[in-house]
């Protein structure tokens, strides 16, 4: 079974802070996106990373920086957080070309 | 990027059997995929359609027409745990990164 696990179910942080969400994927796969998913707005892609060290930016980089040293873990960086960063982030990995396995998601809240 | 619409909501009755719509608009795609989502809980992939016509997976069907842009989900025998938002998404062309548009989702409602 493929196992895409996001370190945090909930948190909660203060505006300025910096925060990490972090994300594993245990199926060898090349490629690892976050999402952030809000109501009425469906999933929007943050961004992704097709390889170790490589990565592109999604519609919606603007306040996030990711970081993929190692294959099986992304890390999604909000610098200075901000109350219209309250989402909820979704990580997931596939194979190129192939569907995608989400993580069980983060409920961030900023406040 | 990517076009891709969907109904926001549907309702339906158990037993029944509903259609879930996706039209597109994109220069190509890969594939068409669709996802189901609890409240809750992450997207978990239900089919995926590469060339056009049915695919078939017990009570779940998709159907892709390419020249048509559109795709379609078929949901028989609806039992109360279908109630769930059912997500359309394509696959990029011409690209190995694997990415995915996806469409904002259709909420069913399954009704006793």
């Known amino acids: 079974d493929v196992k895409v696990t996001q370190s945090s179910r909930y948190l909660v942080k203060r505006t300025g802070e910096k925060v990490f969400l972090e994300c594993v994927q245990d199926m060898d796969h090349e490629n690892m996106f976050w999402y952030r998913q809000d109501p009425g707005l469906g999933l929007r892609l943050i961004y992704f990373?097709?390889?170790?060290?490589?990565?592109e930016k999604g519609d919606i980089p603007e306040g996030y920086s990711v970081s993929r040293e190692k294959k099986e873990r992304f890390s999604l960086i909000l610098e200075s957080a901000s109350t219209n960063q309250t989402s909820m982030y979704l990580c997931?990995?596939?194979?190129?070309?192939?569907?995608?396995?989400f993580g069980q998601g983060t409920r961030l809240t900023v406040v | 990027g990517q076009n891709i619409d969907q109904p926001t909501e549907m309702t339906a009755t158990e037993g029944a059997i509903v259609q879930i719509n996706c039209t597109y608009q994109?220069?190509?795609?890969?594939?068409l995929f669709w996802y189901q989502q609890h409240a809750g809980e992450a997207p978990t992939f239900l089919s995926y359609?590469?060339?056009?016509g049915l695919e078939e997976k017990g009570r779940f069907s998709s159907f892709l027409s390419r020249s048509k842009g559109y795709s379609y989900l078929l949901l028989k025998e609806l039992q109360m745990k279908d109630s769930a938002s059912y997500l359309c998404?394509?696959?990029?062309?011409?690209?190995?990164?694997?990415?995915?548009?996806f469409g904002r989702g259709t909420q069913l409602t399954v009704w006793p």
């Open positions: 997931a990995s596939s194979f190129t070309q192939g569907e995608a396995f």
């Open positions: 998404a394509l696959l990029d062309r011409g690209s190995t990164l694997g990415r995915l548009y």
């Open positions: 990373s097709y390889d170790v060290k490589m990565k």
């Open positions: 359609n590469v060339l056009d």
């Open positions: 994109t220069s190509g795609f890969n594939g």
